[in-house]
């Protein structure tokens, strides 16, 4: 059984697989990506999506592209939530797609692949609409963030 403590809720390796997956997807792409962890939400996961994403910084990158994954342990709701620059970009049920499969994945229990290839898919979608450029900056922190 994981703990509910979003601290605990990944092992080291499964953390480190899961930022390793962060960090593979953004050397194809200026857009970033962040994993979040709640313990327990008050109110809609979306909404408290975008206030961590805005506590995260993550409306401040240059191309407004910022793709963030949230999870709250305890209730088990999951929210993906894009910026501005890559939610004009993708087609309307984009966001559904990537969600049921990382949905469907956390409900067979395989929190990380889930994870993981959300990642990828997200990462993919990144590289076609802001390709990596030679001066790009890794604008946000790839480790998973709790609170």
């Not at 999870?71 to 004009?88: M, N, P, T, V």
């Not at 993981?116 to 990462?123: E, L, R």
């Given at each position: 059984?994981?703990?509910?403590?979003?601290?605990?809720?990944?092992?080291?390796?499964e953390?480190?697989?899961?930022?390793?997956?962060?960090?593979?997807?953004?050397?194809?792409?200026?857009?970033?990506?962040?994993?979040?962890?709640?313990?327990?939400?008050?109110?809609?996961?979306?909404?408290?999506?975008?206030?961590?994403?805005?506590?995260?910084?993550?409306?401040?990158?240059?191309?407004?592209?910022?793709i963030?994954?949230?999870?709250?342990?305890?209730?088990?709701?999951?929210?993906?939530?894009?910026?501005?620059?890559?939610?004009?970009?993708?087609?309307?049920?984009?966001?559904?797609?990537?969600?049921?499969?990382?949905?469907?994945?956390?409900?067979?229990?395989?929190?990380?692949?889930?994870?993981?290839?959300?990642?990828?898919?997200?990462?993919?979608?990144?590289?076609?609409?802001?390709p990596?450029?030679?001066?790009?900056?890794?604008?946000?922190?790839?480790?998973?963030?709790?609170?």
């Open positions: 059984m994981r703990s509910k403590e979003p601290k605990k809720f990944f092992s080291p390796e953390s480190a697989q899961i930022v390793a997956a962060i960090e593979q997807a953004e050397k194809l792409t200026s857009g970033e990506i962040r994993v979040h962890l709640e313990r327990k939400i008050k109110s809609d996961a979306f909404e408290e999506a975008k206030r961590v994403f805005e506590k995260l910084g993550m409306t401040k990158t240059a191309e407004r592209n910022g963030l994954f949230f999870l709250s342990l305890k209730d088990k709701r999951f929210a993906l939530l894009g910026d501005r620059g890559i939610h004009e970009k993708v087609a309307s049920d984009f966001w559904k797609i990537i969600r049921d499969e990382v949905l469907q994945n956390f409900k067979e229990e395989k929190y990380v692949e889930g994870l993981v290839a959300g990642i990828a898919k997200c990462g993919a979608k990144l590289a076609e609409h802001f990596y450029q030679a001066n790009d900056q890794n604008e946000l922190s790839n480790e998973i963030s709790c609170s």
